[in-house]
């Protein structure tokens, strides 16, 4: 990586600036110093019919998949930090064929040692915006400032670079205060606080003051996974802290019981989420193993009560209690209720899957079944791979009739060249996938084929592969320059979310389409639940996948630093994301609106008042969905923190998916009864 940082930031010498940058003193960079870097230099300019602040602007005017690099070297004080704030503009859409596309601003010493970067900025389109990172100057009386936009197309500009001196306490947790301590009445012991598992989690939120006084609170079919919080606020530093459930949760009206060993208790431990390679926030993404831990002063933890309500249940409502205990502080109890609807849920029509690129296990694929997947990815490295993965998926529950696995044959030059296997290795998969009850072998065909290129290979491998005489179904993820031309040849397209929208008139009539996610990784739990739920259902799609469950490949995230996928494989633990809890909460409010579906067809009249209703409520629910919500959500944000953007819709309640599934439930209760 280091020789990469230095082949592009030494390509060239650009213009020096007069001056050296004082302490405390912000200036502007001047962009007429930047200098083009290799090939391409015909795609930038000085554009003085776009101005910022009275100035020309740095316009880059790309045609696909071109990169360009500029730079500009700046005076600057050795050992210091600085802030350095650009200012920019984008009419640039988001393309992704081997990783992120856009407009990236390197800073690095003259030696080519990166110090700082931004992650790629993409697709915004709101006039312009300010992005900024904080660096260390090094040993060198110079900085050198790198732009590179690749793998896009459109037009980027940049308006204005400032660089400020800033001190050490601008650096490290910049974890925001929640401004609600400054009113906050306690000074001692701790509270407690219900609320959202799909909320964010951050240690420094303050708990309002009718949050204190709520109950913890569930609701779910006979047979359904479901999930509560409940936050601890530490009003002085406290040691020792643990919540247990108190007992088993009694039925109200009837000695029926739902066992303790049905409820497991995890908590998030904050972890630093790099915002640059000097700053951090803390965020609690990961559900650890229940243990007594420390909470610092005027901080909370947030422990997660996931419930497997048993499928011969008692309907009705079921009450007990948490104990919350801390070292020298009385316990305290938090009543907990679980209402339980009459009615199981049925196993969904549309194929749910997480791709997993690493060893299988028969717990993985135990695990993914119990979180609602009902298919997942087969990377074949070795033929022993393969089969091992086969082994994984029929012992853990995941191999589904009608939801066979995405085959991908890895190369061993070059395992993502276009996973397509040999030919002469078909009839073999092909029988070994019946003899495991999956009637369609699904071959994934050329990765994301949007660029040129990777267009091209599409379009052979289809070729090579109609030619073979078995039969099977050619898929890929694919985004909105793939679909123009590729879109007749495939047998099924996945759509990338972000690109839906544009990529839906492309489809051929009639051919069925999943809906992917490559971006989110677990750590925006309601974004999670709304990919997963009501987004497939409005898009019409029949299937959805997420990128990924685990990746060997890349186990942290390079601009983040935190844990790369949706669960931490431990040797004695399987750690899951808030979002992993939120994608099974998110099939699950699928699998009500298709009973919903279900019983509306049985009813004996359609025309009677609460049929309407409920029809009414699936409308409802298909024109509140926004098809380009997941490309307005990244236009909304820059750089790493659209990771932690947590609404799927603006416009909407911030409970309009919990408000959707208690009003699913009850006309499912009352359709049950109508089609009886």
């Not at 899957?353 to 695990?367: C, Q, S």
């Not at 086969?390 to 939801?403: N, P, R, S, V, Y």
């Not at 909304?636 to 947590?646: I, K």
Request: net charge negative.
């Amino acid at each position: 990586m280091i020789d990469m940082k230095k082949i592009l930031c030494l390509a060239g010498i650009g213009m020096i600036l007069p001056g050296v940058l004082a302490a405390g003193e912000r200036i502007a960079v001047a962009l007429a110093g930047f200098r083009p870097q290799g090939g391409n230099a015909a795609y930038i300019r000085s554009d003085a019919e776009v101005t910022y602040d009275g100035q020309d602007t740095l316009l880059f005017d790309m045609p696909d998949f071109v990169d360009i690099q500029v730079q500009h070297r700046v005076p600057v004080r050795p050992q210091q930090l600085y802030r350095v704030t650009v200012t920019v503009q984008m009419d640039c859409p988001y393309i992704e064929e081997r990783g992120f596309g856009g407009l990236r601003l390197i800073v690095s010493d003259p030696q080519g040692e990166w110090l700082g970067w931004t992650p790629p900025l993409t697709a915004r389109r709101d006039g312009w915006t300010e992005y900024d990172l904080v660096i260390t100057s090094g040993d060198y009386a110079e900085t050198v400032l790198l732009w590179h936009a690749f793998e896009g197309k459109g037009r980027l500009r940049v308006g204005a670079i400032t660089l400020e001196e800033i001190s050490a306490a601008e650096t490290g947790n910049v974890t925001p205060p929640d401004p609600a301590l400054a009113n906050w009445p306690h000074r001692q012991g701790l509270q407690c606080f219900p609320h959202s598992p799909e909320d964010m989690f951050y240690p420094t939120r303050v708990p309002r003051p009718e949050e204190l006084q709520r109950k913890l609170a569930a609701a779910g079919a006979r047979g359904e996974t479901v999930n509560a919080a409940l936050g601890v606020f530490a009003s002085e530093a406290l040691t020792g802290v643990s919540v247990q459930l108190s007992g088993a949760l009694r039925h109200t009206e009837t000695d029926a019981e739902i066992a303790p060993e049905q409820v497991e208790i995890r908590y998030l431990k904050p972890e630093k989420f790099s915002l640059d390679l000097l700053r951090h926030r803390e965020y609690g993404a990961f559900l650890r193993p229940n243990e007594a831990i420390a909470i610092p002063e005027f901080e909370n933890r947030r422990f997660f009560v996931t419930l497997d309500i048993p499928e011969d249940a008692l309907p009705g409502i079921y009450t007990g209690s948490l104990r919350i205990g801390a070292d020298r502080l009385e316990a305290a109890e938090v009543p907990f209720e679980v209402e339980v609807y009459p009615f199981a849920l049925p196993s969904s029509r549309l194929t749910w899957l997480i791709y997993h690129n690493g060893g299988w296990e028969e717990r993985i694929a135990r695990d993914m079944a119990r979180h609602g997947m009902n298919s997942a990815s087969l990377y074949e490295h070795t033929p022993a791979g393969l089969e091992q993965g086969i082994a994984a998926m029929t012992a853990g529950g995941l191999a589904q009739a009608g939801h066979p696995p995405l085959y991908l044959y890895c190369n061993a030059a070059d395992w993502t060249a276009t996973f397509v296997p040999p030919l002469e290795r078909l009839p073999g998969l092909r029988e070994r996938w019946r003899q495991t009850g999956w009637e369609e072998l699904p071959i994934y065909c050329v990765d994301e084929p949007n660029s040129p290129e990777r267009i091209a290979e599409a379009e052979q491998a289809i070729a090579e592969l109609r030619r073979a005489e078995t039969p099977v179904t050619i898929t890929t993820a694919i985004g909105e320059d793939g679909v123009r031309k590729l879109a007749p040849l495939y047998d099924r397209l996945i759509f990338d979310m972000m690109a839906l929208k544009s990529i839906l008139p492309y489809r051929v009539p009639g051919q069925s389409y999943w809906v992917y996610e490559c971006r989110m990784n677990g750590k925006s739990p309601r974004v999670d639940r709304y990919s997963y739920g009501v987004f497939p259902y409005a898009a019409g799609a029949t299937g959805a996948a997420q990128w990924v469950y685990a990746d060997s490949d890349r186990p942290k995230d390079g601009w983040t630093g935190i844990v790369y996928g949706y669960v931490l494989i431990e040797d004695d633990d399987l750690v899951p994301s808030v979002g992993w809890e939120a994608k099974r909460t998110g099939i699950n409010d699928h699998r009500y609106i298709e009973l919903v579906e279900s019983l509306l067809a049985r009813v004996p009249d359609p025309a009677a008042p609460e049929a309407i209703a409920a029809a009414e409520l699936l409308r409802e629910i298909r024109e509140k969905i926004d098809p380009n919500s997941f490309r307005a959500r990244k236009e909304r944000m820059l750089g790493v923190e659209f990771l932690l953007d947590n609404t799927p819709e603006p416009a909407w309640p911030e409970r309009q998916m919990e408000l959707w599934r208690r009003q699913l439930a009850q006309h499912i209760i009352t359709l049950q009864e109508m089609a009886r």
